[in-house]
């Protein structure tokens, strides 16, 4: 089953810091950019961070530009999101979704479950 | 944020036919970019409904159906169900801006 599970999230303080893991199963997880998409509390999709395949070219939001890095170990299926600086406007679920490929090309085919990250002193 | 723009809520009755409508500009959707569509059931994660404009996922219904034209496009519900209740996205990629993927505002349908 093609599958993304996401760890990690939990209440941090304002200034603070928290790593997000996103672990794939079920594809070829090395063949596929990566991006982190975030939701406010009863708020919309917000687009995020984005890694290409091989993890040599990211792409970010003005919003978390020099405070949140996006990274991926290949080897071990995994997609990350190092964030720094935290702000409360960051509080939101945080889910990892995968690029379609092909035809698919620019949509987002597999989402995880979410993580909610509380940013609050 | 959202430089897609659509109606805050829909309703129909079951079995009604409802449309959502995306409104970009000529930097997203005019630009020829691909739109894509997804829906969110309460306490979920998106799912990938409609994807390059017209296209479904296997397993998706054919009751839903997605279109383009210009600076918009639309997504159509026929035969509502009351299991159609959720929240729904537009997608599409922006070359004017610093955030590349952008999202629409999001619709509410309500199934009366």
């Known amino acids: ?42 708020k919309g999709l917000v687009w995020v961070l984005r890694i290409n395949s ?35 406007e960051d509080t939101a679920v945080y889910y990892c979704a995968r690029e379609g490929w092909g035809l698919l090309g620019g949509s987002f085919d597999i989402w995880g479950q979410g993580t909610m990250v509380t940013v609050s002193s | ?17 409802v449309t959502i409508s995306c409104t970009g500009s000529s930097s997203n959707i005019g630009a020829g970019y691909d739109v894509h569509w997804y829906q969110q059931l309460p306490g979920t994660a998106p799912k990938l409904l409609i994807y390059g404009n017209t296209n479904r996922p296997s397993g ?26 959720a929240d729904y996205y537009c997608q599409s990629y922006d070359s004017s801006l610093s955030v590349f993927y952008v999202f629409g505002t999001g619709t509410k349908v309500t199934v009366l």
């Open chain 1, 1 to 42: 089953e093609v599958q993304l599970v996401e760890s990690g999230g939990g209440l941090v303080q304002p200034g603070g810091s928290l790593r997000l893991s996103c672990a794939a199963s079920g594809f070829t997880f090395s063949s596929y950019w990566m991006h982190w998409v975030r939701q406010a509390p009863g």
């Open chain 1, 54 to 88: 091989d993890g040599s070219s990211t792409s970010y939001a003005d919003s978390v530009k020099g405070r949140f890095t996006i990274s991926r170990d290949n080897a071990k299926n995994t997609l990350y999101l190092q964030m720094s600086s935290l702000r409360a």
């Open chain 2, 1 to 17: 944020q959202s430089v897609l723009t659509q109606p805050p809520s829909v309703s129909g009755a079951p079995g009604q036919r």
């Open chain 2, 60 to 85: 998706v219904p054919d009751r839903f159906s997605g279109s383009k034209s210009g600076t918009s496009a639309s997504l159509a519900i026929t035969g509502l169900q009351a299991d159609d209740e």
